[in-house]
C-alpha cells in the first residue's frame, strides 16, 4: 500500500509525507491522509514569505500565475480538488483530521481558498458551519467497533482531542453519513461518507506527539487504512516466522520451487517461439500493411531473400547485393496505387547523383486494394506507374510477389536459388511478375527505355 500524508506527517515505510503545495497528485497513492488545517497554514506561510515551496515537479511555487519556470499556488490549490474527484472515483479512502472549515485571502487567482476546498462532498452535505462547525474536546466514545479507525480512537484515545464536530441533527447530513466515534453529549466527532465511489472519513485531530508514541501512531494508522481500502492481508510476515517448523511445509515449499522453475522454462520456452511466431506471421504485412508497417515489412522481406538492407524506421530503404544498390521507395493503399513512389524515387536518385556522382538503380514495391481478399483485387497499380518504372529501369514489384518470394526463401530455398531472385528484382525493368521472379518462367529480355 501507498499513503499519502499531506500536512501530518506519519514516519512509517508506506507513507510519502507532502503538504499541499509539494505533494504528486493524489491518485497516484492507494489512500490519502489529510489535515486540513495545514492548507491554509502552507498558504499564509507562502503569502508572508516566512516559507517557500517547490512542487513536485521541480518548480518554485509562487503566487502568481503559471509559467514556464514557476507554478501558481491558485492553480495546485484548484487541482487537488480534480485529483480528489478522480482518486474517489476509482474507489479510493481518504482520511482528513476534522477541523472547521475557514477561508484566507490573499491567494492570487482562488480568492475563496479554503480548508475544503478540495475535498468533494455528498449531495445536500458541505464541510461548513453548520453540518461541520468549530468545537474543543478530549472525550471520545467510540460507536462503530468494526470501523478500522476504531482501534486507533481507543488505543491512542489520550493523543485525541477534536476541533470539530458534525450536526446530527441535520437529516441530510445524517442520512448520508455513518457516524464512528462521539464527543461530549453524543456529538459526533468521526464520521464516514460514501463520495463518488469511494470513501471519505472524518477523524479527530491528532496531538503533535513525537518519538516512540508518534512512531506507534503510524503504524497504527498504516494499518487501519490497509483495511480501509482492503489490503489488509498484504502485511508480510516477520522474518524470524521462516525458521518456525511446520509439518509437510518444508516438502511442499520444494514442491512449490520446482513447479516455479517449471513455469519459468515454460514461460522462457513460449518467449522463444512467440518471437519466431511473431517474425515469420508479421511477413503476412506485405499483404494488408500500409505506412512504416508495410516499410518495415518490405525490409524484413528483403533481408530475408538476402540483401544487405539499409534504412532506420520511418526513413527511405536502401538495398544492396554483390556490390549493387538499389533505393527502395513502398506504397500501400486501399484503393489502385498510383505514381507517387515513382516520383520519390526519381527525386532520391537525382540527389544521390548530384550529390555522390552516382548512377544506382530503383526498386518500387506496391500493395494495391490491400484490405481486398488477394483473389478479388484487381490491378493493384496504375498503368501510369508501371509504364514510368519500365522507361527508367526501375523493378516494379508487388507485395504479393515479394510475399511469396519469402515463402520460397522460408521453404528451404537454397543460395543458388536466392542469388537468382536478387539478381532478378535487381535487374528488372518494369513490372516484375510472379513466375519471372520465381524463376518459373524465362525472363523477358529488357530493351530499355522506350524514348
Same mark, same amino acid.
Given at each position: 500500500?501507498?499513503?499519502?500524508?499531506?500536512?501530518?506527517?506519519?514516519?512509517?515505510?508506506?507513507?510519502?509525507?507532502?503538504?499541499?503545495?509539494?505533494?504528486?497528485?493524489?491518485?497516484?497513492?492507494?489512500? %490519502?491522509?489529510?489535515?486540513?488545517?495545514?492548507?491554509?497554514?502552507?498558504?499564509?506561510?507562502?503569502?508572508?514569505?516566512?516559507?517557500?515551496?517547490?512542487?513536485?515537479?521541480?518548480?518554485?511555487?509562487?503566487?502568481?500565475?503559471?509559467?514556464?519556470?514557476?507554478?501558481?499556488?491558485?492553480?495546485?490549490?484548484?487541482?487537488?480538488?480534480?485529483?480528489?474527484?478522480?482518486?474517489?472515483?476509482?474507489?479510493?479512502? /481518504? /482520511?482528513?483530521?476534522?477541523?472547521?472549515?475557514?477561508?484566507?485571502?490573499?491567494?492570487?487567482?482562488?480568492?475563496?481558498c479554503d480548508r475544503y476546498s478540495w475535498l468533494p462532498a455528498p449531495g445536500?452535505?458541505?464541510?461548513?458551519?453548520?453540518?461541520?462547525?468549530?468545537?474543543?474536546?478530549?472525550?471520545?466514545?467510540?460507536?462503530?467497533?468494526?470501523?478500522?479507525?476504531?482501534? /486507533?480512537?481507543?488505543?491512542?484515545?489520550?493523543?485525541?482531542?477534536?476541533?470539530? /464536530?458534525?450536526?446530527?441533527?441535520?437529516?441530510? &447530513?445524517?442520512?448520508?453519513?455513518?457516524?464512528?466515534?462521539?464527543?461530549?453529549?453524543?456529538?459526533?466527532?468521526?464520521?464516514?461518507?460514501?463520495?463518488?465511489?469511494?470513501?471519505?472519513?472524518?477523524?479527530?485531530?491528532?496531538?503533535?506527539? %513525537?518519538?516512540?508514541?508518534?512512531?506507534?501512531?503510524?503504524?497504527?494508522?498504516?494499518?487501519?487504512?490497509?483495511?480501509?481500502?482492503?489490503?489488509?492481508?498484504?502485511?508480510?510476515?516477520?522474518?524470524?516466522?521462516?525458521?518456525?517448523?511446520?509439518?509437510?511445509?518444508?516438502?511442499?515449499?520444494?514442491?512449490?520451487?520446482?513447479?516455479?522453475?517449471?513455469?519459468?522454462?515454460?514461460?522462457?520456452?513460449?518467449?522463444?517461439?512467440?518471437?519466431?511466431?511473431?517474425?515469420?506471421?508479421?511477413?503476412?504485412? &506485405? &499483404?494488408?500493411?500500409?505506412?512504416?508497417?508495410?516499410?518495415?515489412?518490405?525490409?524484413?522481406?528483403?533481408?530475408?531473400?538476402?540483401?544487405?538492407?539499409?534504412?532506420?524506421?520511418?526513413?527511405?530503404?536502401?538495398?544492396?547485393?554483390?556490390?549493387?544498390?538499389?533505393?527502395?521507395?513502398?506504397?500501400?493503399?486501399?484503393?489502385?496505387?498510383?505514381?507517387?513512389?515513382?516520383?520519390? &524515387?526519381?527525386?532520391?536518385?537525382?540527389?544521390?547523383?548530384?550529390?555522390?556522382?552516382?548512377?544506382?538503380?530503383?526498386?518500387?514495391?506496391?500493395?494495391?486494394?490491400?484490405?481486398?481478399?488477394?483473389?478479388?483485387?484487381?490491378?493493384?497499380?496504375?498503368?501510369?506507374?508501371?509504364?514510368?518504372?519500365?522507361?527508367?529501369?526501375?523493378?516494379?514489384?508487388?507485395?504479393?510477389?515479394?510475399?511469396?518470394?519469402?515463402?520460397?526463401?522460408?521453404?528451404?530455398?537454397?543460395?543458388?536459388?536466392?542469388?537468382?531472385?536478387?539478381?532478378?528484382?535487381?535487374?528488372?525493368?518494369?513490372?516484375?511478375?510472379?513466375?519471372?521472379?520465381?524463376?518459373?518462367?524465362?525472363?523477358?529480355?529488357?530493351?530499355?527505355?522506350?524514348?
Amino acid at each position: 500500500m501507498r499513503l499519502l500524508a499531506i500536512g501530518y506527517p506519519l514516519p512509517h515505510p508506506e507513507v510519502d509525507n507532502y503538504n499541499v503545495f509539494t505533494a504528486p497528485s493524489y491518485f497516484d497513492y492507494d489512500a %490519502v491522509f489529510i489535515d486540513p488545517v495545514s492548507i491554509t497554514r502552507a498558504v499564509a506561510q507562502l503569502l508572508d514569505g516566512s516559507e517557500t515551496f517547490e512542487a513536485f515537479d521541480g518548480r518554485p511555487v509562487v503566487n502568481a500565475p503559471t509559467t514556464a519556470s514557476a507554478v501558481s499556488a491558485a492553480d495546485l490549490v484548484r487541482r487537488r480538488l480534480e485529483e480528489t474527484q478522480r482518486f474517489l472515483e476509482s474507489g479510493g479512502a /481518504v /482520511v482528513v483530521l476534522a477541523r472547521p472549515n475557514a477561508t484566507i485571502s490573499g491567494l492570487s487567482g482562488f480568492e475563496g481558498c479554503d480548508r475544503y476546498s478540495w475535498l468533494p462532498a455528498p449531495g445536500g452535505v458541505s464541510w461548513n458551519p453548520p453540518m461541520l462547525r468549530a468545537a474543543e474536546g478530549k472525550t471520545v466514545r467510540v460507536v462503530d467497533d468494526q470501523h478500522p479507525l476504531a482501534g /486507533v480512537l481507543r488505543n491512542f484515545r489520550s493523543e485525541v482531542a477534536y476541533r470539530a /464536530v458534525f450536526d446530527d441533527r441535520n437529516q441530510a &447530513l445524517r442520512q448520508a453519513g455513518r457516524i464512528l466515534g462521539t464527543g461530549g453529549a453524543g456529538v459526533p466527532i468521526a464520521m464516514e461518507f460514501p463520495v463518488l465511489g469511494g470513501r471519505v472519513v472524518f477523524a479527530p485531530a491528532l496531538s503533535d506527539a %513525537v518519538g516512540a508514541t508518534r512512531l506507534d501512531l503510524a503504524e497504527a494508522v498504516v494499518g487501519a487504512t490497509r483495511l480501509l481500502i482492503g489490503q489488509a492481508g498484504q502485511e508480510e510476515a516477520p522474518w524470524w516466522t521462516a525458521s518456525v517448523p511446520v509439518p509437510g511445509l518444508e516438502q511442499v515449499e520444494a514442491e512449490l520451487e520446482e513447479a516455479r522453475q517449471a513455469a519459468s522454462d515454460a514461460t522462457a520456452r513460449e518467449s522463444a517461439v512467440r518471437e519466431r511466431h511473431d517474425l515469420l506471421a508479421a511477413h503476412r504485412r &506485405l &499483404l494488408w500493411a500500409e505506412g512504416p508497417a508495410f516499410a518495415e515489412a518490405v525490409a524484413n522481406a528483403l533481408t530475408t531473400l538476402g540483401f544487405a538492407v539499409t534504412g532506420k524506421p520511418g526513413e527511405p530503404l536502401a538495398m544492396e547485393n554483390e556490390g549493387r544498390v538499389a533505393l527502395v521507395e513502398c506504397e500501400s493503399s486501399k484503393e489502385q496505387v498510383v505514381e507517387w513512389p515513382y516520383v520519390r &524515387l526519381q527525386r532520391r536518385l537525382e540527389e544521390r547523383l548530384l550529390a555522390e556522382k552516382r548512377a544506382e538503380g530503383g526498386v518500387v514495391v506496391v500493395n494495391g486494394y490491400r484490405a481486398h481478399a488477394l483473389e478479388s483485387r484487381g490491378e493493384q497499380f496504375t498503368e501510369a506507374l508501371r509504364v514510368a518504372c519500365e522507361n527508367y529501369r526501375y523493378s516494379l514489384i508487388s507485395g504479393e510477389t515479394l510475399f511469396a518470394l519469402v515463402q520460397r526463401a522460408l521453404g528451404g530455398a537454397d543460395e543458388a536459388a536466392l542469388s537468382g531472385i536478387r539478381r532478378r528484382i535487381l535487374g528488372r525493368a518494369g513490372l516484375l511478375p510472379r513466375e519471372v521472379a520465381l524463376g518459373e518462367v524465362e525472363e523477358e529480355s529488357d530493351t530499355g527505355p522506350i524514348f
